[in-house]
Protein backbone atom coordinates (compact mmCIF):
# COMPACT_ATOMS: atom_id res chain seq x y z
CA UNK A 1 0.00 0.00 0.00
CA UNK A 2 1.02 3.21 -0.94
CA UNK A 3 1.67 5.73 2.18
CA UNK A 4 0.91 9.60 1.10
CA UNK A 5 -1.12 11.80 3.12
CA UNK A 6 -3.11 14.42 2.29
CA UNK A 7 -1.17 17.24 3.17
CA UNK A 8 1.29 15.82 0.72
CA UNK A 9 -1.64 15.94 -1.67
CA UNK A 10 -2.02 19.94 -0.88
CA UNK A 11 1.42 20.82 -1.71
CA UNK A 12 1.82 19.07 -4.72
CA UNK A 13 -1.18 20.53 -6.07
CA UNK A 14 0.09 24.06 -4.73
CA UNK A 15 3.34 23.48 -6.53
CA UNK A 16 1.55 22.22 -9.94
CA UNK A 17 -0.39 25.23 -9.89
CA UNK A 18 2.07 27.93 -9.16
CA UNK A 19 5.05 26.37 -11.19
CA UNK A 20 7.35 28.10 -8.25
CA UNK A 21 8.61 26.02 -5.09
CA UNK A 22 8.40 29.96 -3.27
CA UNK A 23 4.85 30.49 -4.15
CA UNK A 24 3.50 27.25 -3.47
CA UNK A 25 5.14 27.64 -0.24
CA UNK A 26 3.36 30.82 0.65
CA UNK A 27 0.41 29.43 -0.20
CA UNK A 28 0.47 26.77 1.95
CA UNK A 29 1.98 29.04 4.59
CA UNK A 30 5.24 26.91 5.25
CA UNK A 31 8.77 27.37 4.68
CA UNK A 32 9.87 26.20 1.20
CA UNK A 33 12.38 23.49 2.45
CA UNK A 34 9.51 21.99 4.41
CA UNK A 35 7.61 21.83 1.34
CA UNK A 36 10.43 20.87 -1.46
CA UNK A 37 10.23 17.73 1.72
CA UNK A 38 7.35 16.79 1.30
CA UNK A 39 7.40 17.04 -2.43
CA UNK A 40 10.08 14.50 -2.12
CA UNK A 41 8.59 12.03 0.40
CA UNK A 42 5.61 11.63 -2.20
CA UNK A 43 7.58 10.88 -5.53
CA UNK A 44 9.43 8.53 -2.94
CA UNK A 45 6.38 6.42 -1.71
CA UNK A 46 4.90 6.93 -5.53
CA UNK A 47 8.66 5.52 -7.05
CA UNK A 48 8.41 8.63 -9.89
CA UNK A 49 9.02 11.88 -10.59
CA UNK A 50 6.43 14.01 -10.53
CA UNK A 51 8.02 17.57 -11.47
CA UNK A 52 11.00 18.69 -13.85
CA UNK A 53 13.07 21.17 -11.69
CA UNK A 54 15.45 24.00 -13.57
CA UNK A 55 16.67 26.85 -12.32
CA UNK A 56 14.35 29.40 -12.64
CA UNK A 57 10.77 26.86 -12.97
CA UNK A 58 9.45 23.85 -12.02
CA UNK A 59 7.19 21.88 -14.39
CA UNK A 60 4.83 18.74 -14.17
CA UNK A 61 6.04 15.53 -15.71
CA UNK A 62 3.35 13.89 -17.82
CA UNK A 63 2.69 11.45 -15.18
CA UNK A 64 2.36 14.47 -12.63
CA UNK A 65 -0.16 16.41 -15.26
CA UNK A 66 -2.51 12.69 -15.05
CA UNK A 67 -2.30 12.61 -11.10
CA UNK A 68 -2.26 16.59 -10.89
CA UNK A 69 -6.16 16.17 -12.21
CA UNK A 70 -6.96 12.80 -9.95
CA UNK A 71 -5.57 14.96 -6.87
CA UNK A 72 -8.05 18.06 -7.39
CA UNK A 73 -10.52 15.74 -7.74
CA UNK A 74 -9.78 14.31 -4.53
CA UNK A 75 -8.97 17.29 -2.45
CA UNK A 76 -12.15 18.62 -3.81
CA UNK A 77 -14.40 15.72 -2.53
CA UNK A 78 -12.51 15.69 0.88
CA UNK A 79 -13.63 19.16 1.31
CA UNK A 80 -17.08 18.36 0.41
CA UNK A 81 -16.96 15.90 3.21
CA UNK A 82 -16.54 18.96 5.70
CA UNK A 83 -19.66 20.76 3.95
CA UNK A 84 -21.85 18.06 4.17
CA UNK A 85 -21.08 18.62 7.86
CA UNK A 86 -22.08 22.32 7.66
CA UNK A 87 -25.33 21.76 5.67
CA UNK A 88 -26.78 19.75 8.80
CA UNK A 89 -26.87 23.70 9.98
CA UNK A 90 -29.06 25.94 8.48
CA UNK A 91 -27.91 29.08 9.77
CA UNK A 92 -24.79 31.17 7.92
CA UNK A 93 -21.80 30.03 9.80
CA UNK A 94 -18.26 29.23 9.19
CA UNK A 95 -16.53 29.72 5.92
CA UNK A 96 -17.42 30.56 2.33
CA UNK A 97 -14.90 31.32 -0.74
CA UNK A 98 -17.07 33.69 -3.01
CA UNK A 99 -15.31 34.10 -6.25
CA UNK A 100 -16.26 38.03 -7.91
CA UNK A 101 -15.72 40.13 -10.92
CA UNK A 102 -13.70 42.99 -11.22
CA UNK A 103 -16.54 45.41 -12.29
CA UNK A 104 -18.47 44.20 -9.58
CA UNK A 105 -16.75 43.56 -6.67
CA UNK A 106 -15.26 47.22 -5.58
CA UNK A 107 -18.42 48.41 -5.58
CA UNK A 108 -20.63 45.75 -4.30
CA UNK A 109 -18.50 43.71 -1.92
CA UNK A 110 -17.73 46.71 0.56
CA UNK A 111 -21.69 47.03 1.23
CA UNK A 112 -22.39 43.32 1.31
CA UNK A 113 -19.14 42.43 3.97
CA UNK A 114 -20.96 45.56 6.11
CA UNK A 115 -24.22 43.87 6.13
CA UNK A 116 -22.98 40.09 6.81
CA UNK A 117 -20.27 41.33 9.30
CA UNK A 118 -23.10 42.66 11.56
CA UNK A 119 -25.84 40.19 10.97
CA UNK A 120 -23.84 37.09 10.94
CA UNK A 121 -21.01 37.03 13.10
CA UNK A 122 -20.04 33.66 12.69
CA UNK A 123 -19.99 33.84 9.06
CA UNK A 124 -16.45 34.13 7.56
CA UNK A 125 -16.17 35.27 3.98
CA UNK A 126 -13.34 34.63 1.61
CA UNK A 127 -13.42 37.21 -1.40
CA UNK A 128 -11.06 36.21 -4.43
CA UNK A 129 -11.61 38.85 -7.27
CA UNK A 130 -10.73 37.46 -10.42
CA UNK A 131 -11.80 37.15 -14.57
CA UNK A 132 -14.87 35.22 -15.03
CA UNK A 133 -13.04 32.29 -16.61
CA UNK A 134 -10.85 31.84 -13.66
CA UNK A 135 -13.96 31.99 -11.23
CA UNK A 136 -15.94 29.34 -13.58
CA UNK A 137 -12.36 26.70 -12.89
CA UNK A 138 -11.89 27.76 -9.61
CA UNK A 139 -15.81 26.82 -9.09
CA UNK A 140 -15.60 23.74 -10.95
CA UNK A 141 -12.14 22.89 -8.78
CA UNK A 142 -14.04 23.33 -5.37
CA UNK A 143 -11.21 26.02 -4.74
CA UNK A 144 -14.40 28.43 -4.51
CA UNK A 145 -18.11 28.10 -3.03
CA UNK A 146 -20.29 30.70 -5.14
CA UNK A 147 -18.96 32.83 -7.76
CA UNK A 148 -20.68 37.18 -8.58
CA UNK A 149 -20.58 37.25 -12.18
CA UNK A 150 -22.31 38.25 -15.50
CA UNK A 151 -25.27 36.11 -16.16
CA UNK A 152 -26.00 33.41 -17.93
CA UNK A 153 -22.59 31.61 -16.97
CA UNK A 154 -23.78 28.95 -19.44
CA UNK A 155 -21.70 25.81 -17.61
CA UNK A 156 -24.22 22.69 -16.85
CA UNK A 157 -22.86 21.74 -13.38
CA UNK A 158 -23.57 24.91 -12.13
CA UNK A 159 -26.69 26.46 -10.95
CA UNK A 160 -27.41 30.28 -11.08
CA UNK A 161 -29.32 32.53 -9.15
CA UNK A 162 -29.98 35.85 -10.58
CA UNK A 163 -29.29 39.11 -7.91
CA UNK A 164 -29.95 42.34 -10.28
CA UNK A 165 -30.01 44.26 -13.38
CA UNK A 166 -27.95 46.89 -14.49
CA UNK A 167 -27.81 49.48 -17.41
CA UNK A 168 -24.84 51.07 -18.81
CA UNK A 169 -23.83 54.40 -18.95
CA UNK A 170 -21.43 56.25 -22.00
CA UNK A 171 -18.42 58.06 -20.30
CA UNK A 172 -17.49 60.60 -22.48
CA UNK A 173 -15.44 63.96 -21.84
CA UNK A 174 -17.10 66.87 -20.71
CA UNK A 175 -16.46 69.17 -23.84
CA UNK A 176 -18.47 66.65 -25.50
CA UNK A 177 -21.11 66.57 -22.78
CA UNK A 178 -24.22 68.26 -24.97
CA UNK A 179 -23.53 66.16 -27.83
CA UNK A 180 -26.81 63.95 -28.76
CA UNK A 181 -25.55 60.50 -27.74
CA UNK A 182 -24.78 58.17 -30.40
CA UNK A 183 -26.07 55.23 -31.51
CA UNK A 184 -24.80 51.73 -31.72
CA UNK A 185 -23.03 52.90 -35.20
CA UNK A 186 -22.04 56.20 -34.09
CA UNK A 187 -19.82 54.44 -31.23
CA UNK A 188 -18.56 52.22 -33.62
CA UNK A 189 -16.75 55.31 -35.33
CA UNK A 190 -15.42 56.56 -31.73
CA UNK A 191 -12.32 55.32 -29.94
CA UNK A 192 -14.13 52.97 -27.37
CA UNK A 193 -12.00 52.60 -24.72
CA UNK A 194 -12.26 49.10 -23.38
CA UNK A 195 -11.60 46.70 -20.67
CA UNK A 196 -8.42 44.17 -21.64
CA UNK A 197 -9.15 40.23 -22.55
CA UNK A 198 -10.49 38.13 -20.47
CA UNK A 199 -13.22 40.53 -19.36
CA UNK A 200 -16.47 39.90 -19.46
CA UNK A 201 -17.99 43.29 -19.57
CA UNK A 202 -15.50 43.95 -22.60
CA UNK A 203 -17.78 41.48 -24.77
CA UNK A 204 -20.70 42.60 -23.26
CA UNK A 205 -19.76 46.17 -24.54
CA UNK A 206 -18.21 44.61 -28.48
CA UNK A 207 -21.94 43.03 -28.40
CA UNK A 208 -24.36 45.89 -27.31
CA UNK A 209 -21.62 48.09 -30.26
CA UNK A 210 -22.23 44.95 -32.45
CA UNK A 211 -18.64 44.94 -32.95
CA UNK A 212 -16.94 41.83 -33.78
CA UNK A 213 -13.37 42.61 -34.41
CA UNK A 214 -11.45 45.17 -32.85
CA UNK A 215 -9.52 47.64 -34.83
CA UNK A 216 -6.07 48.42 -32.78
CA UNK A 217 -6.83 52.57 -34.00
CA UNK A 218 -9.82 52.35 -32.90
CA UNK A 219 -9.98 50.67 -29.55
CA UNK A 220 -7.73 50.83 -26.43
CA UNK A 221 -7.79 48.31 -23.58
CA UNK A 222 -7.50 49.09 -19.76
CA UNK A 223 -6.98 46.91 -16.99
CA UNK A 224 -9.94 48.57 -14.76
CA UNK A 225 -12.68 50.68 -15.06
CA UNK A 226 -10.76 53.08 -12.83
CA UNK A 227 -8.13 53.81 -15.86
CA UNK A 228 -10.93 54.00 -18.48
CA UNK A 229 -12.85 56.66 -16.82
CA UNK A 230 -9.36 58.74 -16.56
CA UNK A 231 -8.10 58.15 -19.70
CA UNK A 232 -11.46 59.92 -21.09
CA UNK A 233 -11.24 62.48 -18.53
CA UNK A 234 -8.22 63.80 -20.49
CA UNK A 235 -9.89 63.24 -23.66
CA UNK A 236 -8.65 59.75 -25.15
CA UNK A 237 -11.49 58.61 -26.26
CA UNK A 238 -14.88 57.54 -24.63
CA UNK A 239 -16.34 54.46 -22.25
CA UNK A 240 -19.26 52.13 -21.16
CA UNK A 241 -19.39 51.83 -17.14
CA UNK A 242 -22.06 49.69 -15.71
CA UNK A 243 -24.56 51.89 -13.12
CA UNK A 244 -23.15 50.82 -9.54
CA UNK A 245 -19.88 51.94 -10.85
CA UNK A 246 -21.04 55.04 -11.58
CA UNK A 247 -20.42 57.34 -8.14
CA UNK A 248 -17.17 55.93 -7.17
CA UNK A 249 -15.39 55.84 -10.73
CA UNK A 250 -16.90 59.39 -11.66
CA UNK A 251 -16.23 61.50 -8.25
CA UNK A 252 -12.39 62.30 -9.19
CA UNK A 253 -12.83 62.51 -12.92
CA UNK A 254 -13.45 65.69 -15.23
CA UNK A 255 -16.51 63.39 -17.49
CA UNK A 256 -19.83 63.40 -18.76
CA UNK A 257 -22.54 60.31 -18.14
CA UNK A 258 -24.75 60.49 -20.67
CA UNK A 259 -27.79 57.75 -20.30
CA UNK A 260 -28.46 54.98 -23.52
CA UNK A 261 -32.40 55.86 -24.74
CA UNK A 262 -34.78 52.71 -24.33
CA UNK A 263 -33.67 49.54 -24.93
CA UNK A 264 -30.71 50.46 -22.37
CA UNK A 265 -27.76 48.47 -22.53
CA UNK A 266 -27.32 46.36 -19.33
CA UNK A 267 -26.30 43.04 -17.92
CA UNK A 268 -27.59 40.62 -14.97
CA UNK A 269 -25.74 39.78 -12.23
CA UNK A 270 -25.98 37.06 -10.43
CA UNK A 271 -24.47 33.88 -8.12
CA UNK A 272 -23.38 30.59 -9.53
CA UNK A 273 -22.35 27.49 -7.65
CA UNK A 274 -22.17 23.67 -8.11
CA UNK A 275 -24.97 21.94 -8.11
CA UNK A 276 -23.17 19.04 -6.50
CA UNK A 277 -22.40 21.48 -3.33
CA UNK A 278 -23.94 20.57 0.37
CA UNK A 279 -24.46 24.14 0.60
CA UNK A 280 -26.92 25.04 -1.57
CA UNK A 281 -29.11 26.18 0.84
CA UNK A 282 -27.29 28.19 3.01
CA UNK A 283 -25.64 29.66 -0.57
CA UNK A 284 -29.22 30.61 -1.10
CA UNK A 285 -29.38 32.55 1.65
CA UNK A 286 -26.30 34.27 0.90
CA UNK A 287 -27.78 34.98 -2.51
CA UNK A 288 -31.10 36.65 -1.14
CA UNK A 289 -28.32 38.60 1.55
CA UNK A 290 -27.03 40.06 -1.58
CA UNK A 291 -29.69 40.64 -3.57
CA UNK A 292 -31.40 42.50 -0.91
CA UNK A 293 -28.02 44.47 -0.19
CA UNK A 294 -27.93 45.49 -3.99
CA UNK A 295 -31.54 46.68 -3.82
Known sequence: MINVTLKQFRYFDALARTGHFGRAADACAISQPALSMQIKELEDALGTQLFERS????????????????VREILRAVDE?????RADDERLVGRFRIGVIPTVAPYLIPRVMQGLAADHPDLDIYIRETVTPKLIGELSEGRLDAAILALPASEPGLSEEALFDEDFVLIRPTTEASAPVPSKEGLRTMRLLLLEEGHCFRDQALSFCDIRTAQPREMLDGSSLSTLVQMVSVGIGVTLLPEMALAVETR????????????QPSRTIGMVWRKSSPLTSQLRQLADLVKATAA
Open 252 to 263: SADVAVQRFPKP
Open 55 to 70: ARSVHLTPLGEDLAAR
Open 81 to 85: IGDLA
